[in-house]
């Protein structure tokens, strides 16, 4: 069984955007779509509601088969050096979610799929996000259906955002992607689209997704797909 490809980039922001748009028409050459990864608000007092030209790309890559993808609130720290929903109980989550949720929707990007930051969610968060609607918990070594509690084990291999860049760990993640995709199943590349502004981290990448493609990987998107009707989230 060949295997499935899904590519995602988070930390999309006024400052990463140029970087992010280079690496999508990297994959769009190789007919790969991109699951985006995206936080209303982050470090440095970004908001993603007054920042209309990351919006606009964004709902435009939506349109063109891309996914969008929840990746958290603000952020923020909730315990010192944890994640923000690393360790939320049910209740705050709920709170986070919501106010994620009604941004996403006021800039035309709201999305029934969910990645924590640094991919790492508390079994309160888990919890919480059917609460508001979400429909799929994407974790670091699931794909969580949450309508079904159903979860698919596969594991993401990252630069960035949690995962290291040093140019050891390119080189391991590109033989690890290679492997995973002679096997078949699924394979997750995940890169912060601050590491795509380095030549070593966003080679590495290309090279992993070249090599999928090689053994006859199929890429794809993260997505939801409600009874009767396929469609990207």
């Avoid at 922001?13 to 990864?37: C, K």
């Avoid at 470090?43 to 993808?69: F, M, N, S």
């Avoid at 709201?110 to 930051?117: C, E, G, I, V």
């Avoid at 391991?172 to 002679?182: I, K, P, S």
Wanted: glycine share 8%; proline share 4%.
């Amino acid at each position: 069984m060949n295997a499935e490809l899904v590519v995602s980039i988070s930390g999309i922001r006024d400052t990463t955007r140029d970087a992010a748009i280079e690496f999508a028409a990297e994959l769009d050459q190789r007919g790969v779509p991109l699951s985006l990864l995206v936080a209303p608000r982050l470090k440095g007092k970004y908001k993603l509601v007054e920042d209309p030209a990351t919006q606009a790309w964004l709902r435009g890559r939506r349109a063109r088969g891309d996914a969008i993808v929840l990746h958290g609130y603000d952020q923020a720290a909730t315990k010192s050096r944890r994640a923000e929903f690393a360790t939320l109980p049910r209740h705050e989550a709920r709170l986070r979610l919501m106010a994620a949720d009604r941004v996403m929707e006021r800039v035309e990007l709201r999305t029934r799929l969910f990645a924590a930051p640094r991919w790492d969610a508390s079994a309160g968060a888990i919890e919480a996000l059917p609460e508001v609607g979400f429909r799929v918990a994407l974790g670091l070594t699931s794909i969580l259906d949450l309508e079904h509690n159903v979860a698919q084990k596969v594991r993401v291999y990252g630069i960035g955002e949690g995962f290291r860049a040093e140019p050891w760990w390119c080189r391991a993640l590109v033989m690890g992607a290679a492997r995973t995709a002679r096997r078949g199943g699924m394979l997750r590349l995940a890169v912060s689209a601050a590491q795509l502004e380095r030549s070593g981290p966003r080679q590495a990448m290309l090279d992993a997704v070249d090599l999928a493609l090689f053994h006859g990987a199929t890429g794809t998107v993260y997505r939801w797909e409600p009874p009767a009707i396929a469609r990207a989230a």
